[in-house]
T-cell receptor, first 113, second 115 residues
Framework: DQQVKQNSPSLSVQEGRISILNCDYTNSMFDYFLWYKKYPAEGPTFLIS?????DKNEDGRFTVFLNKSAKHLSLHIVPSQPGDSAVYFCAATAQLSGYALNFGKGTSLLVTP | DTAVSQTPKYLVTQMGNDKSIKCEQNLGHDTMYWYKQDSKKFLKIMFSYNNKELIINETVPNRFSPKSPDKAHLNLHINSLELGDSAVYFC??????????????FGEGSWLTVV
């Protein structure tokens, strides 16, 4: 029962362009959303997050947008760089669940020079 | 300094054996977790401990037993290992009540292969 879905397993973008990674969720109790980046043979590293009371959060080249009515969030990376090539996991959590993260399956981003 | 460290990083063992994976965090967090990433790449919560007390226990066989001797450590012991236990196990920690939300930090993972 996947409560967080990333329907695009992979994405290829040219360096300098915008990368948009999408995520959908089904549980309306989720109140906090995070994006993690994962390189091979490493653990996921926190990238950016957003609370359910906001609809946008920006940190440098990374911006996360939240559309609660559509239960959809997206991560924008502008401009994309080759070092951004990694697997990106969307995660959602709820205070009631003890803040355990529910992960999507991940989207593998490849940024080509 | 590694914030969340887990050992061993790689473990190959035979079916039926008992093994442990250790985890330590030096972030001063009060909550620790074990996640499992299976062959399909799903990352799923297994256990969560807050101040050494178990708060989340997903549907995990009771062959898996977490132990938290203190807030900085959460070890995972697995009895009678089965082929299906082969996966990457990630330890993680977080600080509850943070005004910036609950950001969870992960270790590098322990690759368990049961043969």
């Amino acid at each position: 029962d996947q409560q967080v879905k990333q329907n695009s397993p992979s994405l290829s973008v040219q360096e300098g362009r915008i990368s948009i990674l999408n995520c959908d969720y089904t549980n309306s109790m989720f109140d906090y959303f995070l994006w993690y980046k994962k390189y091979p043979a490493e653990g996921p590293t926190f990238l950016i997050s957003i609370s359910s009371i906001k609809d946008k959060n920006e940190d440098g080249r990374f911006t996360v947008f939240l559309n609660k009515s559509a239960k959809h969030l997206s991560l924008h990376i502008v401009p994309s760089q080759p070092g951004d090539s990694a697997v990106y996991f969307c995660a959602a959590t709820a205070q009631l669940s003890g803040y355990a993260l529910n992960f999507g399956k991940g989207t593998s981003l490849l940024v080509t020079p | 300094d590694t914030a969340v460290s887990q050992t061993p990083k790689y473990l190959v063992t035979q079916m039926g054996n008992d093994k442990s994976i250790k985890c330590e965090q030096n972030l001063g967090h009060d909550t620790m977790y074990w996640y499992k990433q299976d062959s399909k790449k799903f990352l799923k919560i297994m256990f969560s401990y807050n101040n050494k007390e178990l708060i989340i226990n997903e549907t995990v066989p009771n062959r898996f037993s977490p132990k938290s001797p203190d807030k900085a450590h959460l070890n995972l012991h697995i009895n009678s290992l089965e082929l299906g236990d082969s996966a990457v196990y990630f330890c993680a920690s977080s600080r509850t009540g943070s005004t910036s939300g609950n950001t969870i930090y992960f270790g590098e993972g322990s690759w368990l292969t049961v043969v």
